[in-house]
């Protein structure tokens, strides 16, 4: 039996796609660059479904832009987002960045207000042709970007469990580390707030942090959970050709 593939949807929610941006940003800054070049920036080693379906995401929240023949760079509203002339102009960009995607209009259109529970977004979803495996991160994703683009509307009852990232992230991807560049830090110097590094490989996070509290395991625990997501996210794009469906599968995928 073939696979049952949902609608188009960005593969993670609006935080991380900040995370990738400001790392391309890092990278090329706002000079045009290959879409090849953008990827191994953000830690794959070329073109394929899942750097496909990462690229795909930021263009759907308006972060990348296609110039020129397979060449892409950050747009005006990524810039507002990561470089805002005043708190305004930021939450103006969040907002309108947040609603990009079809998807996400959608939903916002159909609950205006506030937004709904778990079971009824689930209910919802189900009707309009969304699997069982990608319900659960379209879900999750949606209430992420709600968190960061309109956090006085985002609460909801839900009867369910749904992650939420209420603030800026700890720590971002990063590139080209070596999986033995990992380091494993004994419990004492956890406790005594020590910072530890944590290693990529090209799909594992890169960063160096400080735990001095259970807020700061909280926190990291929510990335890592997101990050988790939005890779798992990919895998399900990529076993459904996702190359192909960010070529041009709807008029928000990136070319």
């Given at each position: 039996m073939a696979r049952v593939r949902s609608p188009n949807y960005p593969a993670m929610s609006l935080p991380a796609a900040l995370d990738r941006i400001r790392t391309v940003h890092t990278a090329e800054g706002r000079n045009a660059a290959s879409r090849e070049a953008i990827a191994k920036a953000l830690?794959?080693?070329?073109?394929?479904?899942?750097?496909?379906?990462m690229l795909s995401a930021l263009g759907k929240y308006g972060l990348i832009e296609p110039v020129g023949e397979g060449e892409a760079k950050i747009t005006d509203l990524a810039m507002s987002i990561l470089f805002p002339h005043d708190p305004e102009e930021r939450q103006g960009a969040l907002e309108q960045s947040a609603f990009r995607p079809v998807l996400f209009a959608k939903l916002r259109e159909k609950w205006p207000e506030r937004p709904p529970s778990d079971d009824s977004l689930r209910s919802y979803l189900?009707?309009?042709?969304?699997?069982?495996?990608?319900?659960?991160?379209?879900?999750?994703?949606?209430?992420?970007?709600?968190?960061?683009?309109?956090?006085?509307?985002?609460?909801?009852?839900?009867?369910?469990?749904t992650?939420?990232?209420?603030?800026?992230?700890?720590?971002?991807?990063?590139?080209?580390?070596?999986?033995?560049?990992?380091?494993?830090?004994?419990?004492?110097?956890l406790m005594a707030g020590k910072p530890f590094t944590i290693g990529f490989d090209g799909?594992?996070?890169?960063?160096?942090?400080?735990?001095?509290?259970?807020?700061?395991?909280?926190r990291l625990m929510n990335v890592l959970r997101a990050q988790k997501a939005a890779f798992e996210a990919m895998q399900e794009f990529e076993d459904d050709d996702a190359?192909?469906?960010?070529?041009?599968?709807?008029?928000?995928?990136?070319p």
């Open positions: 830690g794959f080693g070329g073109l394929n479904g899942a750097s496909a379906t189900h009707r309009e042709g969304f699997s069982s495996s990608a319900v659960d991160q379209v879900i999750q994703f949606y209430r992420e970007t709600l968190e960061i683009a309109n956090p006085r509307v985002a609460g909801h009852d839900s009867s369910s469990k992650l939420t990232s209420k603030e800026d992230p700890i720590m971002t991807p990063s590139p080209a580390a070596p999986a033995s560049q990992m380091l494993v830090t004994p419990p004492s110097a799909t594992m996070l890169t960063g160096t942090i400080a735990i001095t509290s259970v807020r700061d395991i909280d190359l192909d469906t960010a070529k041009g599968e709807d008029e928000e995928t990136y």
